[in-house]
């Protein structure tokens, strides 16, 4: 087979049938721009686990005055029970798994709020004997925090232990329920794809009905029938890959490091370095995707 002949065909291919060319790669390009908007959203789900699941900490409130949860009685913890806290956590028991620990109090806590909320009128209605004194646990394990809640919870003065991965639990289920939804979608993107890619392959071969009924009759092979179509697919569904590609470079060179992370200092996001991994996967997608729908169409074509 001729490469020459190849490539001659799929061109006239792709111009007779520009308008449904162009609807390939728009489709394409849409369906594949979610599929890697998807990975990028999985990929930041696991840049932002291990950067702040080894930063969350375990926060030992103490009772206030206003307290009436776990051993407290609106009785505020008095500096026997406070002390009896630091000897715990300064125990054989827990020090191998504690990296640090350190007390707010009162004050400590009221501070940290006002710069928390600076400028919001809740600051105004808060004293700092609403807000409990704090011991906050740093583990060398995030995982083990189950050992601070058995050797802390139920003590004298403590109002309740909290491990702060149950608030990023949260935050992580809604991004992974984001990221299975744009899944879905570009599952339907694709399954959309696949029958525009077929469509415009039978309109092809059905405009070009002649020539290939002289080409049978002539003798030619199937495979060699068959593969201008393919590759008038592949170049198609090539090509919107490749933007595909580029929307996604521009939606984390402009969106999120243009403007996230300018945002949100505080956070970790993936970079541009981090998403090329994701940028073949995308273009083998795209060309399987074209040649498998381009094959299917043109056999049964040939088979009528």
Known sequence: MKMSFVLIEAWNGVRR???MVVSVILVTLVSLTFVGSAALLQLQIGNMKSYWYDKAQVAVYLCTQYSTLGACDQQEASAEQIAAVETQLDSDTLTPYIDEWYFENHDDAYANFSQQFKGSPVVDLVTPDLLPQTFWVNLKDPTQSALVFEALGGMSGVESVIDQRSYLDGIFATLNAASLTAVGVAVLMLIAAALLIATT???SAFSRRRELAIMRLVGASNWYIQTPFIVEGV???TIGSVLACGAIAGI???????YLAAALPTTSFITLADVVIVFPGLLLAGAVLAATSAYVAISRYLRV
Request: charged share 10%; hydrophobic share 70%; no cysteine.
């Open 235 to 237: 170049v198609a569904a």
């Open 252 to 258: 984390v060179v402009f969106f999120v490091d243009g």
């Open 201 to 203: 392959i039978r309109l």
């Open 17 to 19: 049938n520009i308008s």
